[in-house]
């Protein structure tokens, strides 16, 4: 069974650093694009980042950049986002996506993608 599992989030303070990660089963990621969403209570979900299948194109949100890397490491089968100057108007529930897409594509449009972990919760504030 293909599952998605963020792990990572929690409680920081403003102006700290996170390390989100996206573990994939049941499947491997070598051939997958991933994208990074968010979803605030009471806002549409939004999408952070994203991360071809090769590692080759990044993409980022225009309240994320320069702040969020996004990155894989396709031998243990993970996706990774670093958040830093982290902001409070940055907590939300964040989620990993996947796509089979091989090449140097990726989207922050959710609707491109079919799978979804469960996400995790980041909560920033002092």
């Known amino acids: 069974q293909l599952q998605l599992v963020e792990s990572g989030g929690g409680l920081v303070q403003p102006g700290g650093s996170l390390r989100l990660s996206c573990a994939a089963s049941?499947?491997?990621?070598?051939?997958?694009?991933i994208g990074w969403f968010r979803q605030a209570p009471g806002k549409e979900r939004e999408g952070v980042s994203c991360?071809?299948?090769?590692?080759?194109?990044?993409n980022y949100a225009d309240s994320v950049k320069g702040r969020f890397t996004i990155s894989r490491d396709n031998a243990k089968n993970t996706v990774y986002l670093r958040m830093s100057s982290l902001k409070p108007e940055d907590t939300a529930v964040y989620y990993c996506?996947?796509?089979?897409?091989?090449?140097?594509?990726?989207?922050?449009?959710?609707?491109?993608?079919?799978?979804w972990g469960q996400g995790t919760q980041v909560t920033v504030s002092s």
């Open positions: 049941g499947f491997t990621l070598d051939y997958y694009a």
């Open positions: 991360i071809s299948s090769s590692g080759g194109r990044t």
């Open positions: 996506a996947a796509v089979r897409a091989i090449g140097y594509v990726c989207s922050q449009g959710s609707y491109w993608y079919d799978y």
